[in-house]
């Protein structure tokens, strides 16, 4: 029996990076983005070939929230608490991966000084809200 191996997305030409944070990480959701150019345009991306940045850009940024990447993309950016709290496990599941990832992403992106920085700025917030470091 043949075994497909997962297409790996990232190694096409990528654009600039966007101002804000995407929903969606090309070698990441690299399944759930097969699945849905499967589902929504009835295409494999293997069976395209070499297929320049712009054509596959249009591609996978038109797909609709009916599509697997979709419905993942749609429960990464609510931000309602109360439907948060209704969440089902899966969903919720969903959330923390994708959190979990970011998180790792960012540790990749900042200097040991960067965060040395940020982790310090936060102790000071936290003993200024907690009355530390006042005592005279």
Aim: hydrophobic share 35%.
């Amino acid at each position: 029996m043949k075994t497909r191996s997962t297409p790996d997305f990232s190694r096409r030409r990528r654009p600039p990076q966007n101002e804000d944070a995407p929903l969606y990480d090309l070698a990441f959701d690299a399944v759930l983005i097969e699945q849905s150019l499967a589902t929504q345009y009835g295409i494999l991306p293997d069976a395209q070939g070499d297929l320049p940045w712009p054509e596959w850009s249009k591609l996978v940024s038109g797909l609709m929230d009916n599509t697997p990447l979709g419905r993942v993309v749609a429960i990464r950016a609510e931000d309602d608490r109360d439907r948060i709290a209704k969440m089902t496990p899966w969903q919720r599941s969903i959330r923390r991966e994708w959190q979990q990832f970011q998180a790792r992403k960012q540790m990749r992106t900042r200097s040991p000084a960067e965060l040395r920085s940020e982790m310090a700025a936060l102790e000071r917030s936290l003993a200024k809200i907690f009355g530390g470091g006042n005592h005279a």
